[in-house]
């Protein structure tokens, strides 16, 4: 399995970016449609925060943190075993490397990173004052 991410960069505060993260090598056993899906980031000198997720895609469980709800938002698109997290009104505070992670919906909850098997490799977001 693996997941790749894109769309980091740099934005200003105020401005928005979306992030991708394109999932593959799911078998019919253990397909994309079975996984829970999330984003976490972790800033320098910082423990990895679970930011949003989706725990389950049939009936569109999400959880967002407080420090991002009203302005990110998680989707995912089941027929591109892809999914994103839109980011608007971004602040200097979400400066921070960017984690897609991906995990079956049995197990995860939402913000816990142990529950979670596969992980992307970071995209770096960068938010100007």
């Known amino acids: 399995v693996q997941l790749v991410e894109s769309g980091g960069g740099l934005a200003q505060a105020g401005g928005s970016l979306r992030l991708s993260c394109a999932a593959s090598?799911?078998?019919?056993?253990?397909?994309?449609?079975?996984?829970?899906v999330g984003w976490f980031r972790q800033a320098p000198g910082k423990e990895r925060e679970g930011i949003a997720c989706i725990t389950n895609k049939e009936d569109r469980s999400i959880f967002y943190a407080d420090s991002v709800k009203g302005r990110f938002t998680i989707s995912s698109d089941n027929t591109r075993n892809t999914f994103y997290l839109q980011m608007n009104d971004l602040k200097p505070e979400d400066t921070a490397v960017y984690y897609c992670a991906a995990g079956s919906s049995l197990v995860v909850s939402g913000d816990t990173p142990f529950e979670y098997d596969y992980w992307g490799q970071g995209t770096q977001v960068t938010v100007s004052s």
């Open positions: 090598g799911f078998s019919a056993d253990d397909s994309y449609d079975d996984q829970a």
